[in-house]
């Protein structure tokens, strides 16, 4: 079985709650006897609202995907940016192969470093005009974060650290603008 928030990218307007499950009809079939017995059910606008989002939601992903390898891109080559983590740059063979074979594309959220760790980090956030500061992703807007001091401030900073959350990490989730209105709020703002 497979659980799926419905909430990001399928509802992509960052306006509902909702969550899928799929998998074999005699395994879903006990969740949602128990879902009912519960009364867990999406109310009906929530429903129309997601219904209204899956109309869009291709146009919308393949939009957010290309603007993700153009911003993606562009970080790479700043002077400012010390890594950027984005599945579409893969370099190992093995991770590669896996990649291109489970995927049809890189998406549009990843991560990326900037020199200077948090200090710099701050300074880029405070600086973006454009690009919101949350900590959602999937919506048509492009969201910006620091997981360091949000998603991941509960975590012991040497298990973050370990795992590859430095204070220098911001991750970008690339919304359906412009590409050149993302690209530009980020070069002004890594300034």
């Known amino acids: 079985m497979v659980v799926y928030s419905l909430t990001k990218y399928a509802g992509g307007h960052s306006d509902l709650m909702a969550g899928g499950l799929c998998g074999p009809a ?21 429903c129309w609202m997601l219904m209204r989002s899956l109309e869009t939601l291709q146009l919308r992903f393949e939009r957010s995907a290309s603007n993700a390898l153009r911003v993606a891109t562009f970080l790479r080559d700043h002077p400012r940016v010390l890594t950027v983590h984005y ?28 020199h200077g760790a948090e200090a710099m980090a701050f300074d880029l956030l405070d600086r ?6 949350a900590v959602s992703l999937g919506g048509t ?36 603008e412009h590409p ?3 690209i530009g709020d980020l070069s002004q703002a890594l300034m």
């Open 26 to 46: 005699h395994l879903v079939s006990k969740v949602v006897t128990m879902r009912s017995a519960l009364g867990t059910q999406l109310d009906p606008h929530t």
């Open 87 to 114: 599945l579409g740059f893969l370099t190992d063979p093995a991770t590669r192969a896996v990649f291109e074979r489970q995927c049809e594309g890189a998406g549009a959220t990843f991560l990326f470093e900037v």
């Open 128 to 133: 973006l005009r454009f690009c919101k500061l």
């Open 141 to 176: 807007e492009t969201l910006v974060s620091h997981p360091a001091s949000t998603t991941h401030s509960g975590v012991p900073r040497a298990l973050r650290e370990q795992s590859g959350v430095t204070d220098g990490l911001i991750r970008i989730s690339v919304g359906i």
């Open 180 to 182: 050149d209105d993302i």
